[in-house]
């Protein structure tokens, strides 16, 4: 075991598989020189410039070759600086990397890793903050990961690599430097899919993901302390395909149900949780399935005090909590 | 007999090659107007083929090694499937959408082509997405060290879009064994070449990427060959990627869903039926001994028989089972 920040255990996830097998490479801008996180530090010096190559500035061009590699037996992983400059390449992901297989009838696939940093709290403004990930769990054909720890970050990121389907694995930025954790050197995977209930709990199940799993334990924490409410803390982790047992058991066991994600309120990939409780878990309800996500603006504005109103945090989760607790 | 290598614009092709240019030009021009004549009896929903294109893409791809080299075709290139080894068959159970439709079983649309034995890359309908994927693999086969060419075409209009221009920035910065063909049939869809860009080639752009670009008479399958051919070995040798812009002309409506009348006139596509490349090649053929009248209408014959043969088997062709348009979302397992 040795302590790593997620970063770390970004980087070392990388590192071990291209050690593994020689047909991973990195591809994006200024991944050669450790990029703008430095989450591809060494990597060239390690394997080489072909393996960690520096693209042209064109997102569009960063997937599609990736995907162009893939079908010639390589396993790319593309790295789009920010989830916010993620738009230009959409057609490839949704129209090429995620149709393929399907289109040609199960024939050609398309084994590609999408790495991005997503996600506010870092005084990003509108574009270096976005959360993204509702736009593409929405696609069939696409697998979607969202991290926020170091633990998680190595084990779903080497599923990722080794995965015969383009998977969008998203980082919080956030999350990169935010603390260390003891993570295994030897290798370990995270079945992609697999929820974990990171707090058990018995009054109220809270659904999260993203760094609003560690502000919902830290909200769970107030209010067991201040008002004995007892909040099973769920964090889906993947969210295409999404752990919906795991899920369904807890509210079956708790009777309630809060959903919180950062994203906006409206389409937010929340509601797709809250959709299905409320079909599948309807007899077990003792509340309504309430949701906390940021309102419907565009995330975030860049002076502290517009982002810190408009994101959820710690007090406004604990609210919600004591809120459906009561009702 | 005659000895072709001695006639002036032969390239150095046999008297079979030669016979073989006409009869895949003559097959793709028969499917086209096929599988146009099953969609107006009512048969198949939609059809879009290349008539008019067959020098252009018959002559691009006769360059290229089927089975070694990629392609990534866009979806009038019924000549450049034909050419890299898919048959008459193949398409019209495409067309007809059949569950044994090669790497379709009636998903994808018709001419959205697939082969992976011929390394023929499924394709889809937004512009120029395959374009970047050409590069990909071009990259993928230098870091592997093949020497395989990847190849990827797409129209006037398909030249406009973004892809195209951050495919040929990458290829050129990476040096890439990878050949751009534009098709330049004068329109995309309804709007003028000229609205598609200000410059009277489009094949000058290379410049900008640090590769050559050639324009050359897309109706002239030995000149089209030729660029080909060169664009392949200069790809082969490592010395990166080539352009090529091959202006011809669409004798058909975009699809079966257009009218051309709408934006061209009668006139215009009448002179441009006097460049049929087809009528050209032939009069060439025989004007050169390569083929008499005779053995252009036993080539044309063989075709028939096997476009007929072809419908006949695609028109018996069981449907795909409706529960199958579940399947194949994702990898189930890892091969």
Redesign the interface.
């Given at each position: 075991m040795t302590e790593k920040t997620m970063l770390e255990a970004v980087h070392d996830a990388m590192s071990d598989e291209m050690k593994r097998d020689e047909r991973i490479?990195v591809l994006g801008e200024d991944v050669g020189g450790g990029g703008v996180f430095r989450a591809t530090e060494g990597l060239r010096e390690e394997f080489g410039e072909?393996r960690c190559m520096d693209?042209?500035l064109?997102e569009?061009?960063i997937?599609?070759?990736?995907?162009?590699?893939?079908?010639?037996?390589?396993r790319?992983i593309a790295e789009i600086q920010f989830a916010d400059f993620i738009h230009?390449a959409w057609?490839?992901i949704v129209?090429?990397a995620a149709?393929?297989?399907?289109?040609?009838?199960?024939?050609?696939?398309c084994?590609i890793t999408i790495r991005t940093p997503y996600g506010a709290g870092i005084h990003g403004g509108p574009y270096h903050s976005q959360s993204i990930e509702a736009f593409y769990a929405h696609v069939?054909?696409l697998?979607v990961i969202c991290v926020a720890n170091p633990y998680d970050a190595k084990g779903l990121l080497k599923s990722a690599i080794?995965?015969?389907?383009p998977v969008m694995f998203l980082e919080h930025k956030k999350a990169y430097r935010l603390g260390r954790q003891d993570i295994p050197d030897d290798d370990y995977t995270i079945p992609i899919g697999k929820a974990e209930i990171k707090r058990e709990g018995t009054d109220i199940t809270l659904i999260t993901y993203g760094l609003m799993t560690q502000h919902s334990l830290q909200a769970a924490e107030t209010v067991q302390s201040e008002d004995g409410v007892s909040v099973e803390v769920i964090d889906l982790r993947t969210i295409s395909p999404w752990d919906k047992e795991c899920v369904l058991e807890s509210v079956r066991k708790t009777g309630k149900a809060l959903v919180v994600y950062e994203d906006n309120f409206t389409g937010g990939f929340g509601a797709e949780v809250a959709a299905t409780i409320a079909q599948e878990a309807f007899e077990y309800l003792d509340g309504p399935v309430t949701r906390i996500a940021s309102p419907d603006v565009p995330i975030a504005p860049y002076a502290i005090i517009l982002e810190e109103y408009i994101l959820p945090n710690p007090e406004k989760i604990a609210a919600g909590i004591r809120g459906l607790a009561a009702y | 007999m005659v000895s072709v290598k001695e006639i002036p614009g032969a390239m150095g092709l046999a008297t079979e090659q030669l016979h073989d240019l006409y009869f895949k030009m003559f097959l793709a021009r028969t499917v086209g107007q096929r599988e146009r004549m099953l969609n107006r009896m009512g048969k198949g929903p939609f059809a879009v083929t290349g008539e008019g294109h067959e020098a252009t893409q018959v002559g691009t791809a006769f360059a290229l090694t089927p089975g070694k080299d990629?392609v990534?075709p866009y979806y009038r290139d019924i000549g450049v499937a034909l050419t890299v080894g898919m048959t008459a068959r193949d398409l019209l159970l495409g067309h007809l959408s059949r569950a044994e439709?090669i790497?379709?079983?009636g998903?994808?649309m018709p001419s959205?082509f697939?082969a992976?034995k011929l390394k023929i890359?499924?394709g889809?309908a937004?512009v120029a997405?395959q374009?970047?994927?050409?590069?990909?693999?071009?990259?993928?086969?230098k870091?592997?060290g093949l020497d395989?060419v990847?190849i990827t075409y797409f129209g006037d209009g398909g030249s406009s879009v973004?892809?195209v221009h951050?495919?040929m920035?990458?290829a050129g910065?990476h040096k890439l064994p990878v050949i751009f063909v534009c098709e330049n049939n004068q329109y995309a869809i309804s709007v003028s070449v000229k609205k598609q860009f200000a410059v009277e080639n489009v094949s000058v752009r290379a410049a900008g990427y640090g590769f050559p670009g050639v324009t050359v008479d897309g109706n002239d399958v030995l000149a089209v060959y030729e660029a080909g051919r060169a664009a392949v070995e200069r790809a082969r040798k490592g010395e990166g990627a080539t352009f090529i812009e091959a202006k011809t002309y669409r004798l058909v409506p975009h699809t079966s869903d257009d009218d051309d009348r709408r934006y061209r006139s009668a006139e215009e596509v009448q002179e441009w039926t006097k460049k049929d490349p087809l009528v050209r090649f032939q009069a060439w053929l025989e004007e050169h001994g390569i083929a008499d009248r005779n053995a252009i209408e036993a080539l044309q014959a063989k075709v028939l028989q096997e476009v007929d043969e072809a419908t006949d088997y695609a028109e018996k062709a069981p449907l795909p089972e409706p529960e199958s348009a579940l399947?194949?979302?994702?990898?189930e397992?890892?091969?």
């Amino acid at each position: 075991m040795t302590e790593k920040t997620m970063l770390e255990a970004v980087h070392d996830a990388m590192s071990d598989e291209m050690k593994r097998d020689e047909r991973i490479f990195v591809l994006g801008e200024d991944v050669g020189g450790g990029g703008v996180f430095r989450a591809t530090e060494g990597l060239r010096e390690e394997f080489g410039e072909a393996r960690c190559m520096d693209t042209p500035l064109a997102e569009a061009a960063i997937v599609g070759v990736a995907i162009g590699a893939s079908l010639n037996g390589l396993r790319p992983i593309a790295e789009i600086q920010f989830a916010d400059f993620i738009h230009p390449a959409w057609d490839q992901i949704v129209s090429e990397a995620a149709r393929l297989h399907y289109r040609s009838n199960g024939t050609w696939s398309c084994p590609i890793t999408i790495r991005t940093p997503y996600g506010a709290g870092i005084h990003g403004g509108p574009y270096h903050s976005q959360s993204i990930e509702a736009f593409y769990a929405h696609v069939p054909g696409l697998k979607v990961i969202c991290v926020a720890n170091p633990y998680d970050a190595k084990g779903l990121l080497k599923s990722a690599i080794r995965d015969p389907n383009p998977v969008m694995f998203l980082e919080h930025k956030k999350a990169y430097r935010l603390g260390r954790q003891d993570i295994p050197d030897d290798d370990y995977t995270i079945p992609i899919g697999k929820a974990e209930i990171k707090r058990e709990g018995t009054d109220i199940t809270l659904i999260t993901y993203g760094l609003m799993t560690q502000h919902s334990l830290q909200a769970a924490e107030t209010v067991q302390s201040e008002d004995g409410v007892s909040v099973e803390v769920i964090d889906l982790r993947t969210i295409s395909p999404w752990d919906k047992e795991c899920v369904l058991e807890s509210v079956r066991k708790t009777g309630k149900a809060l959903v919180v994600y950062e994203d906006n309120f409206t389409g937010g990939f929340g509601a797709e949780v809250a959709a299905t409780i409320a079909q599948e878990a309807f007899e077990y309800l003792d509340g309504p399935v309430t949701r906390i996500a940021s309102p419907d603006v565009p995330i975030a504005p860049y002076a502290i005090i517009l982002e810190e109103y408009i994101l959820p945090n710690p007090e406004k989760i604990a609210a919600g909590i004591r809120g459906l607790a009561a009702y | 007999m005659v000895s072709v290598k001695e006639i002036p614009g032969a390239m150095g092709l046999a008297t079979e090659q030669l016979h073989d240019l006409y009869f895949k030009m003559f097959l793709a021009r028969t499917v086209g107007q096929r599988e146009r004549m099953l969609n107006r009896m009512g048969k198949g929903p939609f059809a879009v083929t290349g008539e008019g294109h067959e020098a252009t893409q018959v002559g691009t791809a006769f360059a290229l090694t089927p089975g070694k080299d990629w392609v990534f075709p866009y979806y009038r290139d019924i000549g450049v499937a034909l050419t890299v080894g898919m048959t008459a068959r193949d398409l019209l159970l495409g067309h007809l959408s059949r569950a044994e439709a090669i790497e379709s079983g009636g998903r994808n649309m018709p001419s959205h082509f697939s082969a992976v034995k011929l390394k023929i890359v499924s394709g889809s309908a937004p512009v120029a997405t395959q374009v970047p994927h050409a590069v990909g693999a071009a990259l993928a086969s230098k870091m592997r060290g093949l020497d395989e060419v990847a190849i990827t075409y797409f129209g006037d209009g398909g030249s406009s879009v973004g892809d195209v221009h951050e495919s040929m920035n990458f290829a050129g910065v990476h040096k890439l064994p990878v050949i751009f063909v534009c098709e330049n049939n004068q329109y995309a869809i309804s709007v003028s070449v000229k609205k598609q860009f200000a410059v009277e080639n489009v094949s000058v752009r290379a410049a900008g990427y640090g590769f050559p670009g050639v324009t050359v008479d897309g109706n002239d399958v030995l000149a089209v060959y030729e660029a080909g051919r060169a664009a392949v070995e200069r790809a082969r040798k490592g010395e990166g990627a080539t352009f090529i812009e091959a202006k011809t002309y669409r004798l058909v409506p975009h699809t079966s869903d257009d009218d051309d009348r709408r934006y061209r006139s009668a006139e215009e596509v009448q002179e441009w039926t006097k460049k049929d490349p087809l009528v050209r090649f032939q009069a060439w053929l025989e004007e050169h001994g390569i083929a008499d009248r005779n053995a252009i209408e036993a080539l044309q014959a063989k075709v028939l028989q096997e476009v007929d043969e072809a419908t006949d088997y695609a028109e018996k062709a069981p449907l795909p089972e409706p529960e199958s348009a579940l399947r194949h979302v994702f990898v189930e397992e890892e091969k």
